[in-house]
């Protein structure tokens, strides 16, 4: 059985399946990981002393990109996301509701997330999108890149949690830490298009929103 434990080392043999944009269809692969074994490692202290750092392992994956500065998973997760780098990447992470699991090789190490924020990352599109669950930091890449946008986040309690203007990065994506829990819609205005769609940070609730079409 999995544990969710801080800079664990998870010696298991995954399936990793990215995230692309296709040209000729809407729908196309999932990101995501799928487990099919996996061994336990390190010890309970750790978790209580530094819940959210990464492993070494994960900190030499991320030097490769200029992030060796990078040590805790929120920011590893902002750096990742806002890459100026084309698609896909070597880094493999996938984001969870409650972790995020970086693959090196047959390597899986789950890094739990601190706090009770949930990142969700979203790609609007007007032609082109992709089937998604989960958010591959390292994988998935969104039609439109570089483009201003204004973005509305609200629950369905009427809180606004994010009402601001953004912009697309490199690979088409824009992410917010939103409360766990939460269920709402998420609105995007450009230019004269826009578009709406719901979003849920309840356990196992998706991470990667690609249903926002604009019209």
């Known amino acids: 059985m999995k544990r969710h434990l801080p800079a664990a080392l998870l010696a298991t043999t995954v ?27 390190t010890a309970d202290a750790d978790a209580e002393s530094a819940p959210s750092a990464l492993p070494t392992e994960v900190t030499a994956m991320l030097a490769t990109y200029g992030l060796e500065e990078v ?24 984001v969870r509701t409650d972790e995020v699991i970086f693959i090196d090789g047959e390597d899986e190490y789950a890094v739990p997330v601190p706090g009770d924020e949930v990142y969700v990352s979203i790609a609007p599109y007007e ?36 009402d601001e203007e953004a912009t697309t990065w490199t690979n088409g994506f824009i992410g917010f830490w939103l409360p766990q829990d939460t269920q ?28 926002l079409q604009l019209s």
């Open 15 to 41: 399936l990793l399946v990215g995230c692309a944009v296709s040209e000729d269809t809407e729908v196309s692969d999932v990101a995501d990981v799928e487990i099919v074994d996996t061994v336990e490692g």
């Open 71 to 94: 040590s805790d998973v929120r920011d590893a997760v902002d750096a990742l996301d806002q890459l100026d780098e084309t698609r896909p990447l070597s880094v493999h992470a996938s």
């Open 127 to 162: 032609q082109h999108t992709h089937e998604c669950h989960y958010h591959a930091l390292g994988g998935c890449q969104g039609e439109l890149v570089d483009e201003e946008m204004h973005v509305t986040i609200t629950t369905n309690d009427g809180d606004v949690l994010v």
């Open 184 to 211: 709402g819609v998420v609105s995007v205005t450009r230019g004269e298009l826009s578009g709406e769609t719901e979003f849920d940070t309840g356990e196992g609730g998706a991470t990667c929103i690609t249903t």
